[in-house]
């Protein structure tokens, strides 16, 4: 019997990725395609998973609820990286294994990480003279596909490039030709632009604090491309204050918006929704992954990028 791959992304991915991943669809014989497109409530995808036997999402939150609701569901894969969005434990429960599609779309982030450093240093294009990129220090915060793209387009713009990952060796940082920082703290205090790449977990939800940002230099901007949740927005506030120069740009919201934009609006940038992986390309190389995971999941039991135990 044929096996229904459903994709549900709020977000939609664009049409270009959608004609692919259709194609790959109709090639491996015995799957079909069905669509959840820019969907706004909940009741819809808890009826559209019921059937089926893949799913795949984006940021979409698939909650216990929704897993609950799925009769055939084996199998979730996460198109893009970060997997706070699926709740693992309820799926290992029912046996669905869950995947992401690691790096497919880290070009994507890194270019608009760039884009809004570059906005903002550039004083939101309101005319005045803003600072520029070259010959100022880099730090990735999280050394992973996306930092290491970051570094790799920081370096065209002839800037100094540092990185700290709890996970990396100095090594493995240095055959990059980027500099190795062994604490969050070295980081934040070396650099002049710091970028958020890693995950939001159990262990780095909040973690950047006032403490740490009380490190970094006068003048420096912090990019988040990750998760708003990784920040402690008292501290960031309160730093915000009392560090008349630092500049925040955020892919993501943060919860005190208004707040912030209240008191320092000129040293903020914010994206509208979430665009980092916003992209044709980034589209269809984590789309095309997530199906041909799914397909090799299938045949040959291939757990590549399985997240969950
Ligand atoms: C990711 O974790 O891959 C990125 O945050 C992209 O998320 P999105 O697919 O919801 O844009």
């Known amino acids: 019997m044929s096996k229904t791959i459903l994709i549900a992304t ?11 991943i259709r194609k790959i669809i109709e090639n491996a014989a015995g799957y079909h395609l069905e669509l959840l497109e820019a969907y706004n409530d ?11 036997d893949a799913l795949i999402v984006r940021s979409d939150k698939v909650t216990a609820e929704v897993i609950g609701a799925s009769k055939n569901l084996k199998i979730i894969v996460r198109a893009g990286s970060g997997f706070d969005n699926i709740d693992l434990d309820k799926a290992s429960e029912k046996g669905i294994v869950v995947m992401n599609t690691p ?9 608009l990480a760039f884009g809004m450093m570059l906005g903002l240093i550039r004083n939101k294009y309101d005319g005045t ?15 992973g596909n996306i930092g290491k793209c970051m570094a790799i387009i920081a370096k065209g713009f002839s800037m100094k490039t540092y990185a700290y990952d709890l996970y990396l060796s100095k090594a493995v940082v240095e055959q990059d030709g ?8 070295e980081l934040y205090s070396t650099c002049d632009f ?3 790449n890693i995950p939001a977990n159990e262990e780095t939800i909040k973690c950047i604090d006032y403490k740490l940002l009380s490190k970094t230099k006068d003048g420096a901007l912090l990019i988040n491309t990750a998760r708003k949740e990784l920040i402690d927005e008292e501290g960031l506030l309160k730093w915000m204050e009392d560090s008349p120069r630092f500049l925040y740009a955020s892919d993501i919201k943060p919860d ?3 707040e912030i934009n209240k008191k320092c609006s000129k040293r903020t940038l914010f994206t509208s929704k979430k665009m980092g992986a916003q992209t044709a390309e980034a589209n ?6 997530s199906v041909n995971q799914i397909v090799r999941f299938f045949e040959d039991d291939d757990r590549i990028f399985q997240v969950n135990e």
Do not use: W
Request: charged share 25%; glycine share 10%.
């Open 42 to 52: 909940k009741s819809t995808l808890l009826k559209a998973v019921e059937m089926v």
């Open 103 to 111: 790096g497919q779309n880290a070009n994507a982030v890194a270019e």
């Open 178 to 185: 980027v500099n190795y920082c062994k604490s969050a703290e």
């Open 129 to 143: 003279p803003g600072t520029e990129l070259k010959n100022k220090r880099i730090g990735m915060h999280g050394y």
């Open 284 to 289: 269809i190389n984590s789309g095309v992954a």
């Open 10 to 20: 709020e977000k939609p991915f664009a049409g270009e990725a959608i004609v692919k």
């Open 256 to 258: 005190c918006t208004d």
């Open 194 to 196: 710091i970028s958020i």
